[in-house]
């Protein structure tokens, strides 16, 4: 019999035979391509990292931990961006280099776009120079060139938040970091920097052996210790007692904070001893009557607040939660077989699909306008806020330029010294209350109120404005 008298049935019956087993051969093809991708998988992820050089505890530059860890230094070396965000970021500025500053490129500055902060801030030099925060890989080479250092002579303790100094206070303190830290706050920043090459690198949170994140800081040690201590725990290491979790946000913590420059060796002390919300650190000035400088046109000693958004942090939400500060600045990304956190360390508005939406099912356009929604009610607060510390602060210097007496200006001085604490807190934290919106709205609140005391303070007093 030929194939032309084949009868119809057997045929399909080969067609589909044909069919089967290409299919169970492509099925088979794909199932063994998934295994071998598996056990590639599995045997990367035995492997970390593959050490190309070897370092130590003294190895300060990132570019050569970035031989073993290429991914976390590429993404680290990406904090060169310049993107503002509604309220927060930094725009670029170009300027043109000199040979006091090289720099081509700044951040715009607050001052100039809010004339109030150089009231608030007049007599001081922040004053004079005060800008959008930029990225980490910026932070040696702005302080190094800020307008503040010809202002003032800015002590080396500057460098515990501008700089790698992990390996500046083991030299300085011959293997003891807290004695090299303690020579470092010492020195004038001019000396103190010869110690300092890089931004913050990576032996200021990884311990090399290990790569585990530990806290290099010795002020945000003592700190940390004083603050325990006020909540109960007695004899508090912070690199033997911490969670890791804990940790993810503790190393950011070591620069994020607020403090002060103690006595003429300007030690670097965090204002923790009676707890970390904004009445205890005032209460804690307060109590040791210290004043970063006398206020130029009301003579009020006031403070000067840095960047609290460790402290904000913790009176929030998302801390109540578990959810350290790494979990949204520098989320987690899977490379591979590894899941490594994001070295650019930006803000999480610029990056909402990872570090929102791992825990918020919600679209991104909806995420961004709830938090630019609560930025927008913070930063209106702010204004009201910073209006009425102004009409304060106008008021004591005419109130002072027409004779009134020490005596008699000293309760509204010192409404002013705690109104304008509150307000410099919300303003030089840098999540525009974010971070925990009910508190930093009840903080500018008081601020406008204690504010307007201050001036009826000068009305009951005798004083009329002209």
Not at 254 to 279: N, T
Not at 287 to 298: R, V
Not at 388 to 410: F, K
């Amino acid at each position: 019999m030929t194939s032309a008298n084949t009868p119809p049935q057997p045929r399909r019956l080969l067609r589909l035979l044909l069919l089967a087993t290409a299919l169970v051969a492509v099925v088979a093809a794909g199932v063994a391509a998934l295994l071998i991708n598996i056990m590639e998988r599995k045997q990367e992820a035995r492997n970390p990292f593959f050490r190309v050089v070897e370092i130590d505890d003294r190895t300060e530059d990132p570019a050569v931990w970035g031989r073993n860890f290429p991914q976390q230094y590429d993404l680290y070396r990406r904090t060169v961006d310049q993107v503002r965000t509604r309220f927060g970021g930094s725009e670029a500025v170009p300027r043109t280099p000199s040979d006091v500053d090289p720099r081509s490129v700044v951040a715009r500055s607050k001052v100039e776009a809010d004339r109030r902060l150089a009231v608030m801030w007049a007599g001081y030099p922040f004053a004079v120079d005060y800008r959008e925060a930029r990225g980490h890989a910026y932070m040696l080479e702005d302080q190094t060139f800020t307008e503040r250092q010809r202002v003032v002579k800015q002590p080396g303790t500057c460098l515990n938040c501008h700089g790698s100094t992990y390996v500046a206070y083991k030299t300085l303190g011959e293997g003891d970091i807290l004695l090299g830290f303690e020579r470092l706050n010492a020195m004038p920043w001019v000396e103190a920097k010869e110690y300092v090459r890089h931004p913050v690198s990576c032996i200021d949170c990884h311990d090399p052996s290990s790569m585990q994140l530990r806290i290099t800081r010795p002020a945000f040690m003592e700190g940390i210790r004083a603050l325990k201590a006020a909540e109960g725990i007695a004899d508090y290491d912070v690199n033997r007692d911490a969670t890791r979790q804990e940790m993810r946000s503790y190393v950011c913590g070591q620069c994020h904070v607020e403090y002060y420059f103690k006595g003429a060796e300007k030690r670097l002390v965090y204002p923790w001893a009676r707890g970390h919300k904004i009445e205890d650190m005032l209460a804690y000035y307060d109590d040791i009557d210290f004043a970063d400088w006398t206020h130029a046109e009301t003579g009020a000693r006031v403070l000067k607040v840095q960047h609290p958004e460790f402290e904000l942090w913790r009176r929030g939400i998302h801390a109540r939660a578990g959810v350290a500060c790494a979990d949204c600045h520098m989320p987690y990304q899977r490379v591979g077989a590894f899941k490594i956190s994001d070295h650019h360390v930006r803000s999480p508005l610029l990056n909402i699909n990872r570090a929102c939406q791992t825990c918020h099912n919600v679209p991104e356009e909806e995420l961004k306008a709830r938090a630019e929604e609560i930025q927008h009610r913070i930063h209106d607060l702010r204004d009201r806020a910073l209006d009425a510390l102004v009409d304060l602060i106008h008021d004591l210097a005419a109130a002072r330029a027409a004779g009134m007496s020490d005596e008699a200006l000293a309760p509204a001085r010192r409404l002013q010294r705690h109104a304008q604490f509150r307000v410099d807190y919300v303003e030089s934290e840098n999540s525009t209350g974010f971070h925990a919106p009910q508190e930093a709205a009840r903080i500018v609140a008081e601020a406008i109120d204690l504010a307007r005391q201050g001036q009826l303070v000068l009305r009951e007093a005798g004083f009329r404005r002209p």
